[in-house]
């Protein structure tokens, strides 16, 4: 699923403020045999990585080292931990919008930076992906030969 997000878009309206990028940048979680999903077999179901365990299409926002808040996809059939964190959007619309909100040149090339451009928090956990404040609307698909498959970052 990680490599289906690319191209699609993500947009957010909050406030009234619509800002809008094209995902260039995935990385996919895989479930409880994967050690670095929140959701690894040694950690089980929590309240916190709770929506991890919902239906596909849901956010699951979480804090990264209790400072950023990052966004990733529920991506796995209801019940099994699976997601895609959103590392990279190409910002297309309400550029303005994220500069104020990110305040330096680097917008969204980076899970944190893309987070606080769109204004993605706490509040957004567990919603629907497929209506505002935070929609998923699908792309022009990117060729094969435009991807770029890497070892896991971090």
Not at 9 to 17: H, K, L
Not at 48 to 57: D, I, K, Y
Not at 70 to 97: I, K
């Amino acid at each position: 699923m990680a490599r289906a997000l690319l191209g699609c878009t993500v947009r957010s309206d909050c406030a009234g403020e619509w800002t809008v990028g094209r995902i260039v940048e995935t990385e996919a979680y895989t479930g409880p045999e994967d050690e670095a999903c929140h959701a690894a077999a040694r950690i089980g179901r929590t309240a916190r990585n709770a929506p991890l365990f919902g239906p596909p299409g849901t956010a699951y926002v979480h804090r990264n080292y209790g400072i950023h808040w990052l966004l990733n996809v529920v991506t796995g059939p209801e019940g099994f931990p699976a997601g895609v964190l959103l590392r990279a959007v190409e910002p297309t619309e309400g550029l303005d919008v994220m500069r104020r909100r990110r305040g330096r040149a680097e917008l969204t090339n980076g899970p944190a930076r893309l987070a606080q451009a769109l204004g993605v928090g706490p509040g957004m956990q567990g919603h629907r992906l497929d209506h505002p404040p935070l929609s998923l609307h699908w792309g022009e698909p990117v060729p094969e030969s435009a991807v770029q498959v890497t070892t896991r970052i971090g």
